[in-house]
C-alpha cells in the first residue's frame, strides 16, 4: 500500500521470487519516469516464477522507461520482463530481449491477466522458450490489453508446439490500434490467429 515514485534510475541484477527486480502490492501505485529495469531474475520455488523485471498485483506506470535483458525461469514461468495482474501503463519505452523459459512459458515480454494499456512502445526481440511455450513478445491470459501505436517485431516462441512469437491470446480482449507486428517466430499472433486484426 502506498505511492513510489522512481526518477531517471537503474533497478538492475536483482533476484526474486515472484517481481524479480520489484513486487507492486495490491492497492500500490508505482511510476518509472526515464528510468532503466534490466538484469532482474525470477525463479521462484514451490510456485511458478513471474515476473523477471516486476510483478504487479496494484498499479504501475512506465513512462519513457526501458524494460530489457529480465527473466523468468522454471516450469510454468510467465512475464519475463513484466508479469501484470493488476493495472499496467506503459507510455513510450521499449520492452526488450526479455525471456521465460520452461515448459508452459507464457510471455517473454510481457504477460497480462489484469488491465494493461502500452501506447508509443515497442516489443523487440523477447523470447518465451520452451514446451508449449506461448506469446514471444505479450501473452494475454486474461483481461484487457489496449495497444496503441506500438510494434512488435523480432519476437520468438519455441520449442515444441510453441506458438505466437509476437502475441497470444489466451482469453480476455486485446486491442490493436495503429500498431505492427511482423517478423516474429514462428507466427505472429498464434494459429490460426488469437488477436483480432492481426495475422
Do not use: K, Y
Not at 511482423?182 to 483480432?196: D, H, K, W
Request: proline share 3%.
Amino acid at each position: 500500500m502506498g505511492t513510489l515514485e522512481v526518477n531517471n534510475s537503474t533497478l538492475s541484477n536483482n533476484t526474486g521470487g515472484q517481481g524479480g527486480g520489484l513486487n507492486s502490492q495490491p492497492s500500490s501505485t508505482t511510476t518509472f519516469n526515464g528510468s532503466v529495469v534490466t538484469g532482474n531474475h525470477s525463479a521462484a520455488g514451490g510456485v511458478a516464477p513471474a515476473g523477471g523485471g516486476i510483478a504487479i498485483l496494484g498499479a504501475v506506470i512506465l513512462n519513457s522507461t526501458r524494460v530489457g535483458g529480465n527473466d523468468a525461469t522454471g516450469s510454468g514461468a510467465f512475464g519475463g520482463g513484466v508479469a501484470n495482474a493488476g493495472t499496467l501503463t506503459v507510455t513510450s519505452g521499449p520492452i526488450l530481449e526479455n525471456a521465460v523459459n520452461g515448459d508452459n512459458a507464457r510471455g517473454g515480454g510481457l504477460w497480462n491477466g489484469g488491465t494493461m494499456n502500452v501506447t508509443d512502445s515497442s516489443f523487440l526481440r523477447n523470447t518465451a522458450t520452451g514446451t508449449n511455450s506461448r506469446g514471444g513478445a505479450i501473452h494475454n491470459a486474461s483481461g484487457t490489453s489496449t495497444l496503441q501505436r506500438i510494434a512488435v517485431a523480432s519476437n520468438r516462441a519455441a520449442g515444441s508446439d510453441a506458438s505466437g512469437g509476437g502475441i497470444f491470446r489466451e482469453a480476455g480482449t486485446v486491442t490493436l490500434t495503429g500498431s505492427s507486428v511482423a517478423g516474429n517466430q514462428p507466427n505472429n499472433c498464434g494459429a490460426p490467429s488469437t488477436v483480432p486484426g492481426c495475422s
